[in-house]
């Protein structure tokens, strides 16, 4: 089994993305998986770019795309990509869309292919924060996920594929008053969770991950 595994550059002003530091820390075997790292920008268009790309070479079992989510305190698995780019800020290359489609012929959303709920079961029990999340917002993250879940079902490929959010580290939060943060070896161990967690649940377990808001 080969999973490929993605985190982005920095952006908003930050030095470091939580995301690739976690990643590129992983283990390149995870019980018997091979884990292939690739690093890919900030960037609205050529993130999917480099995305398909890499697939298209590696040819993976699955895809876990990492993104970093400032503010949140846990390790959040992502249910669901929407088809829209609505970017609070500028993208690295300077584009800022709003409300333009992600793909104009992609479906509205759609849905991880991961076994979420496995996936944060593992991880907290490791004692690690973790939980599903219901959205990945609307900017690069929510891009890729998007884009790549547009990817396998256009092409009709059988992977696995999905997304996660990671907290800041510790580095990033030295002038942020009050903000949740995790070090960057509890997420890689978290993200070793998810990877191993593919190979444990074939199907994904039923457990109640619903919330209000």
Known sequence: MK???????????????????????????????????????????????KLFAGIDEHKPDAVICIGQAGGRFDISVERVGINMDDGRIPDNDGYQPVDTSVFEDGENAYFATLPIKGIVEEIKNVKIPA????????????????SLLYYISKNKLDIKGGFIHVPYITEQVVDKKNMPYMEVSTITKALECAVAALKKYSVDIKVSGGKEF
């Open 131 to 146: 939980s599903v999340s219901n959205t990945a917002g609307t900017y690069v993250c929510n891009h890729i996920m998007y």
């Open 3 to 49: 999973v490929l595994i993605t985190g982005f550059d920095p952006f908003g002003g930050e030095s470091i993305n939580p995301a690739w530091e976690a990643v590129k820390a992983m283990k390149d075997s995870i019980e018997g998986i091979e884990v292939i790292k690739l690093q890919i920008p900030t960037v609205f268009k050529r993130s999917a770019e």
